[in-house]
């Protein structure tokens, strides 16, 4: 991973959430109420970062 504005960190959150939207997505099961939350939370995690980045 480059390092870059974006702290390694939200990187993982990004890729974390990416994982579970394709086993939601093309395996068909869905996903456990507990993992919906970490992904919002991931989700204001990173959205709150590029906030705090110039030029975003």
């Not at 990416?18 to 991931?42: F, H, T």
């Amino acid at each position: 991973m480059k390092n870059g504005p974006v702290p390694r960190e939200i990187g993982r959150l990004l890729k974390q959430a990416e994982e579970i939207r394709i086993v939601a997505d093309y395996s068909g099961d869905s996903i456990s109420p507990d993992d919906a939350r970490r992904l919002v939370e991931a989700a204001e995690t990173f959205v709150t970062t590029l906030a705090t980045l110039p030029g975003f």
